[in-house]
């Protein structure tokens, strides 16, 4: 299983957030490439970043800081938020990322996605965020009527490169994932599918593994220091 440690932007710092509430938020540091750093250090291979303020405008907007993040990391960077146009996917991958996150955009124009799919084979991820089971948008400040696994299956025939899931109730609160919404994800659709929110202890990687997950992506965990990012690579590798 892959480890994606997460850094969420906002006004160019890192911060995280509580079940996507923009006023719940607690700053990490105001120098993201050097946590970005820090992770890699400690042996992560690729780093997840959102662009909260981009989900919130719908368009990149911490450029600046994403790019002294790829600079920094020399390991693959997937990128989320405010991913709606061509030309905005050319701004990122001009930027150096490997993957971009397509969400609010992939709801409202699943065409679309599967056109960028192909221009960008497996460098394109479905980022599908749920409330009560229902596919969020707009920075998860709406919630449509569309079922997440329904979302997820209009493209699934697309070379996208996975799905990233994220139950935004379990998003920064330290409970641990939604296992029954991955397994649901993972039995409905033939793409890897990465676990997102709630991943806050070294037994819910293990239950990951277990459960055949290939991807997961931990952010407050590693930052308040219950889990450490050493210890989870290391369930996930062979031993040397």
């Known amino acids: 299983m892959f480890i994606y440690p997460a850094i969420d932007l906002l006004n160019g710092r890192a911060v995280r957030l509580k079940q996507g509430d923009y006023s719940q938020k607690t700053e990490f540091s105001d120098d993201p490439a050097a946590v970005a750093r820090r992770w890699v250090e400690l042996g992560a291979d690729r780093i997840h970043v959102v662009d909260l303020d981009g989900a919130k405008a719908g368009k990149p907007t911490n450029g600046a800081v994403i790019r002294a993040i790829v600079e920094a990391v020399g390991v693959p960077v997937q990128l989320g938020g405010g991913l709606r146009t061509d030309a905005d996917l050319e701004t990122v991958f001009g930027w150096g990322v490997r993957w971009a996150v397509l969400g609010t955009k992939a709801l409202q124009s699943p065409d679309w996605t599967r056109t960028v799919a192909k221009r960008y084979p497996d460098h394109i991820v479905l980022g599908v965020d749920a409330k009560n089971g229902f596919v969020a948008t707009e920075g998860w400040l709406e919630v449509s009527q569309v079922k997440a696994v329904d979302l997820a299956k209009q493209v699934s025939d697309s070379p996208l490169a ?65 889990l450490d990012l050493a210890a989870a690579l290391a369930l996930t590798r062979p031993p040397q």
């Open 162 to 226: 996975a799905v990233v899931y994220t139950d935004i109730a379990k998003d920064g609160m330290m409970s641990g994932p939604n296992f029954a919404g991955l397994a649901e994800m993972k039995a409905a659709v033939p793409l890897p599918v990465i676990a997102s929110g709630g991943v806050c202890t070294l037994d819910h990687v293990r239950r990951l593994i277990d459960e055949g997950i290939p991807g997961c992506i931990i952010g407050r965990a590693l930052y308040e220091g219950s």
